[in-house]
């Protein structure tokens, strides 16, 4: 507001200044009437102008039309990226998504389908961990899914099952890119339900040795240290350096993309993390070109879903879900694996911890979940890990 303020003040200074007489033209000027001629006022509409006055209004003249366009340029850019970013912004209403994503329970096998009602216990954990549920608990089927405020993907599953394996959700966020925030796909970092009660005693044991669980003045030294991108991300590359769980990260696009986009972003973070490392060695190099010959493939649509396993030997898996033909009894393909446990470490850093992290509402919703089940002593079974 103040540059135009400032531009409107010039433009009147700069027309006053080309309305005035020029001094060789005043004194031509011959009055009309035997009156005196300090009394007379000139009639500009009859005074011939001089050149340079001439040529100063048309430079105002053509100064003025210029902002104008320049003014109305910047109106019409800026409405249409209002339009746009209102229309991908507003998520849809409850009606219209409904009959739009209407399915069809003939075809479609969903990987992260509900619980069937006949089952009445469900065990988190080891063995000895059990949580009932009451046979009809609506109320449990509602909360089975964590909403993720796009309308393109609405809704993340707090519980997946994967390779006959329970994974439960840590953290949830959108993967946002440009400073216009165009998103690009939710992400869910998964933990595996058997391997919670290590992960909880890595952190446990990182503060205080000799305790089962952390007390308030503990759960704000652990949140702080992983909220600091150096800490951070050291207690994590720990972590995950001595494959003390399983864990599974989740992508649903939500606009059509490609392999080659994804893959991109990996790389610079394995890159990145090799120069830093020094990781030089011919067999990291390997498993980079493999790597990228796995992500090697077409297009991407939104709605479908792409998964990254990481198991306890850090090996990597990458499993594709584009339509309801893949090999596996879910539905979905297994595009290629991998055994450096490097590669998958930095995949896993580049949500977790770090500076610049490739979705930060995952990373905090993490976070939370860590500091939720710290303060449950040691080895108690846990339902649900993502608030």
């Not at 007379?40 to 430079?59: A, M, S, Y």
């Not at 992290?357 to 993490?366: D, L, M, Q, S, T």
Request: aromatic share 8%.
């Amino acid at each position: 507001m103040r540059p135009i303020i400032k531009c409107s003040r010039q433009y009147l200074i700069l027309q006053k200044r080309c309305l005035r007489i020029h001094k060789s033209t005043r004194s031509k000027l011959k009055p009309e009437s035997p009156l005196d001629s300090s009394h007379q006022v000139p009639n500009l509409k009859t005074t011939k102008l001089d050149p340079i006055t001439l040529h100063r209004l048309k430079l105002a003249q053509e100064a003025y039309y210029k902002r104008r366009m320049v003014y109305c340029t910047i109106g019409v850019l800026f409405g249409m990226v209002g339009l746009y970013l209102t229309a991908i912004q507003v998520p849809l209403s409850p009606e219209t998504y409904a009959e739009k994503k209407k399915p069809n329970s003939s075809t479609i096998n969903r990987l992260d389908s509900r619980k069937r009602d006949d089952e009445s216990i469900m065990t988190i954990g080891r063995e000895h961990k059990v949580v009932t549920k009451e046979l009809g608990d609506i109320s449990d089927e509602r909360d089975s899914f964590v909403s993720t405020g796009n309308s393109v993907v609405p809704e993340f599953p707090r519980v997946l099952r994967h390779d006959q394996t329970e994974y439960q959700l840590l953290g949830l966020g959108i993967r946002t890119v440009s400073f216009l925030k165009i998103q690009v796909y939710v992400v869910g970092i998964y933990v595996a339900a058997d391997d919670i009660i290590v992960l909880q005693n890595k952190f446990i044991k990182r503060i205080n040795p000799l305790a089962t669980t952390l007390v308030v003045d503990e759960k704000d030294e652990l949140k702080s240290l992983l909220n600091d991108p150096e800490k951070g991300e050291d207690i994590w590359n720990t972590i995950l350096k001595d494959g003390a769980c399983r864990m599974l990260i989740r992508i649903v696009p939500t606009r059509n993309t490609d392999f080659g986009h994804l893959r991109d972003a990996w790389v610079r973070s394995l890159t990145s993390r090799a120069q830093k490392v020094g990781w030089d060695d011919e067999k990291f190099g390997k498993s980079v070109a493999q790597f990228k010959r796995i992500f090697a493939r077409g297009s991407v649509p939104k709605g479908t879903q792409l998964i990254l396993s990481r198991g306890k030997k850090g090996n990597l898996e990458v499993w594709y879900h584009g339509n309801d033909h893949g090999d596996d009894v879910n539905g979905i393909d297994k595009l290629g694996e991998l055994w450096d446990e490097r590669v998958s470490r930095v995949v896993w850093l580049g949500y977790l911890a770090g500076k610049g992290v490739a979705c930060e509402g995952a990373r905090e919703g993490i976070v939370a979940s860590v500091l939720k089940f710290v303060e449950r002593p040691s080895g108690a079974g846990i339902r649900q890990t993502y608030v």
